[in-house]
Nanobody, 114 residues
Framework: QVQLVESGGGLVQPGESLRPSCAASRIIFSFNAMGWYRQAPGKERELVARISSGGSTNYADSVKGRFTISRDNAKSTVYLQMNSLEPGDTAVYYC????????WGQGTQVTVSS
């Protein structure tokens, strides 16, 4: 059974941090680049951070310098350290491989509001 389980979102104030994590089935995780995607209300789901199987990272311009993606291959888990959060970061955050598979988890809600 293919699973993607995101957790660690929450409600924070601007400038604060969160570190969501995603546990993935090995069939999705192993030997694949993994990404964090987000979807805000009324918007398309977008890739905001990507990490290759070897650890190379790429970021969308909107999060560059604030977000850091990492992975633990032994645990099939990917993390997203989110610092200096802004109201524009409010969205449901999902993980998936890159390119994305047809499988999605439930996501984790991140809300940034004062």
């Amino acid at each position: 059974q293919v699973q993607l389980v995101e957790s660690g979102g929450g409600l924070v104030q601007p400038g604060e941090s969160l570190r969501p994590s995603c546990a993935a089935s090995r069939i999705i995780f192993s030997f694949n680049a993994m990404g964090w995607y987000r979807q805000a209300p009324g918007k398309e789901r977008e890739l905001v951070a990507r990490i290759s199987s070897g650890g190379s990272t790429n970021y969308a311009d909107s999060v560059k310098g604030r977000f850091t993606i990492s992975r633990d291959n032994a645990k099939s888990t990917v993390y997203l350290q989110m610092n200096s959060l802004e109201p524009g970061d409010t969205a449901v955050y999902y993980c998936n491989r890159d390119p994305r598979s047809i499988y999605w988890g439930q996501g984790t809600q991140v809300t940034v509001s004062s």
